[in-house]
């Protein structure tokens, strides 16, 4: 406990259980300096701890027991690796003398989570604690962040041992920021000094790295139009006159088009995900790619750079700022209208201000980030509501896009959502979430019950599985298979939770119903039957050249 | 694309788990180790791994980065053979009634340099260092009189480098360290 206070741990996210009850016990003393978030299933700890770690910046923090806790938090670790978030799970563990004997809840979770951590390791006595959490907290933290799983026995949480806290600052085998390599930060500047048609994309480094501003300065110093990834979302206002939305699979129809048409492609803190490529082969062939990142692993993984820069951009990009020459594409940025505007046409229009009966998933964000002054932080979960999230909501303010990009976790999105709420009491907090993945960890709203966490629950019900609905539709010959939902009266359940709710399918009522459930700061559950078979375009089908974009 | 026999050396902290961490790198990639030896390195604290697997230039070079991304992974680096000195060492165990009935295996073993390490009324056991394709020679030469027992270690290999690549990086890291405290 004095640990996690000495690393300024303010909340923590958990599930007692026997082999943690010693730890669980001594937080009893702790409560007012410690504030415990009692979840309803430990996967619901560790997204959580994931939304509470995307809008703050600090390390999320996971308290749960051994055997069946300790899988059951898997989803969630893999998920925060993916998407390069903070997180510290603490697992109990059975006494040491019975490791290995198949003991009650016992399961070796250091070797199963090897994979899917920046750092796994099992405490075996208690005079190892203090040295292995300043360790787990720098490894999360420095560098690309990620999770790490401290599996802790239950002697070494009852035995008695003298507190010295000394906070890591140095792992002589891990280097977490690269130097940056100068000829390559010139060779960078040259190369888009003498470029016509420069195309940015900034991914989530931008946020992690703190260098929102420094990468604006470039972009404005240049005039380069930019993109972001899914993940890289908020990093740049929505208005900003060189922003120009999301590329990938249902990304920006100019956007995917300019990648394969620039002259320099810039990749700022992202790693080129192949929903952004999509085939390699045909992936921005005609450009000279830039590549600014943290990981080494990440350089030239997916798409070759001609100049990688590795470092953090906070401190890289500022670098080849300076030896820029204020420059204007006055020509070039203005290309990306023609497409955008016959986006809007046939995509966008539609499904902002529908002509047919059924509201429209896209008609439901953009009201609600209008009526939220675009200030909110939204946060999805997987699917169609995430895609119709990402492409409807808009931006004033960094870290203010929580989502599951990597992994694509249905279910993340009602737990992340209560993380991020606790994270970031003062800001309003919008789910956006479909049937599906509600369902997946529905049992939160007993933690928004118990802690009254004022989370905004957008139900997008078309009683679906509307993505892999909107597949069978295009690509299995409209075969859908398992793909119906039958669905409760989820109103009546966010009532029997004592939350506030409403359900709507007319255009009509969205307004007065966005209103309603902005009243105030307590949760509630605004459930909206749309269009059952709503389609999510632009799209590019999966193996097609990422130019190669379908509006309907 | 190109397959070549790689050789991979690794070097680490001494701490639990470690080769689990390496072999699932790998085995993600379904990359068929056909040799590993771990053993304690030069450098006090410092283990080593060398690792052969046969695959090309592209996906070594990024199983080697993700190596060097674990946390315990001091620093990774890759090989072919003409960069390296590796050697192997293999141990035979043969009837010493052929031995003595035949000068043909005392004439291999001084071909092969190799030598008797035990010789008792039963069985002899010789052992050869060399490289692959020179201890599976001696095998079949051997064979010939019948091998009752054969083992092989895996490689172990030298860089041909006068750059002491790993030394350099722990000084640097030393320097770093007086920087942070």
Request: aromatic share 8%.
């Amino acid at each position: 406990m004095r640990s996690f206070i000495a690393e300024g741990v303010d909340t923590i996210f958990g599930y007692p259980g026997g082999a943690i009850m010693p730890v669980y016990d001594a937080l009893y003393d702790f409560r007012d300096h410690l504030r415990h978030i009692l979840v309803r299933h430990e996967q619901g700890a560790a997204h959580a701890a994931e939304g509470y770690a995307r809008v703050t910046g600090k390390t999320g923090v996971v308290l749960v027991t051994s055997g069946p806790a300790a899988t059951n938090i898997i989803t969630g670790v893999t998920d925060a690796m993916l998407d390069s978030t903070p997180m510290v799970v603490v697992t109990g563990q059975v006494v040491a003398s019975l490791l290995a004997t198949d003991a009650f809840q016992e399961t070796d979770i250091v070797s199963i989570t090897q994979p899917i951590t920046k750092w796994s390791y099992q405490i075996r006595s208690a005079s190892e604690i203090a040295w292995a959490i300043a360790r787990a907290f720098y490894i999360a933290r420095e560098g690309r962040p990620g999770p790490v799983v401290l599996d802790l026995t239950k002697n070494a949480q009852t035995e008695l041992v003298d507190f010295h806290y000394k906070p890591c600052h140095f792992i002589r085998s891990y280097v977490p920021i690269p130097k940056p390599d100068m000829s390559n930060i010139e060779e960078a500047a040259k190369i888009i000094n003498q470029s016509v048609r420069p195309f940015a994309i900034v991914g989530q480094g931008v946020i992690l790295g703190h260098a929102e501003n420094e990468v604006l300065a470039m972009l404005e110093k240049a005039q380069i139009p930019v993109a972001s990834t899914l993940l890289g979302l908020s990093a740049v206002p929505s208005k900003h006159p060189l922003y120009k939305g999301m590329p990938g699979m249902h990304g920006k129809y100019s956007c995917n088009v300019k990648m394969n048409e620039c002259d320099v492609l810039i990749g700022i803190g992202m790693r080129f995900d192949d929903r952004i490529t999509s085939t390699l082969n045909s992936f921005a062939k005609q450009a000279k790619v830039i590549h600014f990142d943290i990981d080494q692993a990440e350089m030239h993984k997916n798409v070759k750079a001609d100049v990688p820069v590795l470092g953090n951009v906070k401190e890289t990009i500022p670098l080849v700022t300076a030896l820029l020459s204020p420059n204007r594409h006055d020509e070039w940025i203005k290309s990306f209208d023609s497409y955008d505007d016959t986006e809007y046409d046939e995509v966008i229009k539609e499904e902002l201000n529908p002509t047919s009966k059924d509201i429209k998933m896209g008609e439901v964000v953009h009201r609600i980030s209008e009526k939220t002054n675009h200030d909110a932080i939204f946060v999805t979960d997987v699917g169609q509501n995430q895609m119709m999230g990402a492409r409807y909501s808009q931006f004033t303010k960094s870290r203010s896009f929580v989502t599951s990009g990597g992994l694509g976790t249905m279910g993340f999105g009602l737990p992340a959502a209560v993380g991020a709420k606790i994270g970031k009491p003062d800001r309003t907090v919008c789910l956006f979430v479909g049937d599906g993945g509600f369902q997946m960890t529905i049992q939160e709203l007993g933690t928004i019950m118990q802690e009254n966490i004022g989370v905004k629950i957008v139900l997008l019900n078309n009683n679906f599985l509307g993505m892999v609905r909107q597949w069978q539709e295009m690509f299995f010959d409209e075969r859908y298979s398992f793909t119906t939902l039958h669905n409760p009266d989820f109103v009546k359940i966010a009532a029997a939770y004592g939350i506030k709710g409403k359900r709507i399918k007319e255009h009509h009522e969205l307004d007065a119903a966005i209103e309603e459930m902005f009243q105030d700061d307590a949760p509630y559950l605004l459930e909206v039957q749309i269009e059952p078979k709503g389609m999510v375009f632009p799209m590019v089908p999966a193996g097609a050249p990422i130019s190669d974009v379908r509006l309907k | 694309m190109e397959q070549t026999l790689y050789t991979v050396i690794v070097f680490s902290e001494n701490r639990p788990g470690l080769l689990n961490q390496v072999s699932i790198i790998f085995n993600r990639r379904r990359l068929n180790i056909e040799s590993l030896t771990v053993s304690a390195s030069s450098i006090e604290g410092v283990h080593k791994f060398t690792i052969t697997a046969t695959t090309d230039e592209e996906t070594i070079s990024k199983v080697v980065k993700e190596l060097e991304k674990r946390v315990d992974v001091l620093k990774a680096y890759y090989y072919v053979d003409s960069e390296i000195i590796y050697q192997e060492i293999a141990l035979y165990k043969v009837d010493t009634e052929a031995v003595l009935n035949s000068d043909v295996i005392e004439e291999l073993v001084r071909k092969y340099n190799a030598r008797f390490l035990e010789i008792t009324r039963s069985f002899s056991v010789i052992e050869m260092a060399g490289h692959t394709d020179e201890i599976l020679e001696f095998y079949n030469a051997l064979n010939e009189f019948g091998v009752m027992q054969f083992v092989r270690s895996g490689r172990i290999a030298i860089t041909k480098s006068t750059k002491e690549l790993l030394s350099d990086f722990l000084d640097q890291r030393n320097a770093d360290k007086l920087l942070k405290d």
